[in-house]
């Protein structure tokens, strides 16, 4: 089971720390990533982190500003949003997979958690 937690409403410019946290035990076996839906659009990958922490990925319109990291003794994961746009609105999920590499398709994701709203005011 995931939970994620740390949404909210924030302005334009400031910043959010989300948290994901896995009850397996086994969760440091298995890549991370953190996707988001807006209404009416896909659910779309924003990072992605490897087992062990040392490899991250990120979308386009993540890099620069999000970091994703993880801390295996806590079984969490965490997404660091700066300078947050009001594009950058949507529920943020994180989910992973039974392989030690993040992907960016959704499809290739087995556990997904129930999702945290961020919403960014201009």
């Known amino acids: 089971q995931l939970v994620e937690s740390g949404g909210g409403l924030v302005q334009a410019g400031g910043s959010l720390r989300l948290s994901c946290a896995a009850t397996?035990?086994?969760?440091?076996?298995?890549?991370v990533g953190w996707f988001r839906q807006a209404p009416g659009k896909e659910r779309v990958f924003v990072a992605g982190i490897t087992r062990s922490g040392v490899t991250t990925n990120y979308a386009d319109s993540a890099k620069g500003r999000f970091t994703i990291s993880r801390d295996n003794d806590k079984n969490t994961v965490y997404l660091q949003m700066n300078s947050l746009k009001p594009e950058d609105t949507a529920v943020y999920y994180c989910?992973?997979?039974?392989?030690?590499?993040?992907?960016?398709?959704?499809?290739?994701?087995?556990?997904w958690g129930q999702g945290t709203q961020v919403t960014v005011s201009s």
């Open positions: 397996r035990r086994t969760f440091s076996n298995y890549a």
């Open positions: 989910t992973y997979r039974p392989l030690p590499i993040p992907t960016p398709r959704s499809d290739e994701y087995y556990y």
